[in-house]
């Protein structure tokens, strides 16, 4: 709710009779309990969405790790490429940069 919807609705209630305040702090402690049980429901829907997410991702992300275990990591591959070249020039077979 904006602030200016809240801002015009205390100004309303302010112009209220204390009756009338009485009533209105009735309805509001009756429904209270209703519209903070809708807000932990819909934070706890997310909550509950965000972990099946987290997840899923989780999941995807063992499952591509196993599919590619067998493959040499960048920096794995760059240190396997490097030792490849440090042994052709120590054999005389490429030039020294």
Known sequence: MSTAVLEDVLAKVKQLSAEEKAQVREVLDKIAPEIEEARNSD???DEDALEKERQRRL???KTIMGKY???LTSSEDF???KQEEIELE???WMPKE
Do not use: E, V
């Open 59 to 61: 999941a995807l992300s």
């Open 79 to 81: 240190a396997r490429r």
């Open 43 to 45: 934070f706890q829907s």
């Open 69 to 71: 275990a067998h493959l």
């Open 90 to 92: 120590d054999k005389g």
